[in-house]
């Protein structure tokens, strides 16, 4: 098993889901820089290709373009 501990991931988000590209355990929210685990990752731009740690944050995302 690969150990991914501490590790960002790398993923491609898409409308319903999202794919692991590069094993880790977390995402780096876009717009505040904290680590979102994968297990609670909800919030993310298919056009943007980012990270969100909440929806407010995602929400304001949308709006700024």
């Not at 794919?19 to 056009?47: F, I, N």
Request: aromatic residues 10%; proline residues 3%; glycine residues 8%.
């Amino acid at each position: 098993m690969l150990m991914s501990q501490g590790r960002p991931a790398r993923l491609f988000y898409m409308a319903n889901g999202f794919r692991v590209l590069a094993q880790g355990d977390h995402v780096v929210c876009a717009k505040t820089g904290h680590p979102v685990s994968l297990e609670s990752l909800r919030y993310w731009s298919v056009a943007k290709q980012e990270a969100y740690s909440t929806a407010e944050i995602a929400a304001r995302a949308a709006v700024e373009g």
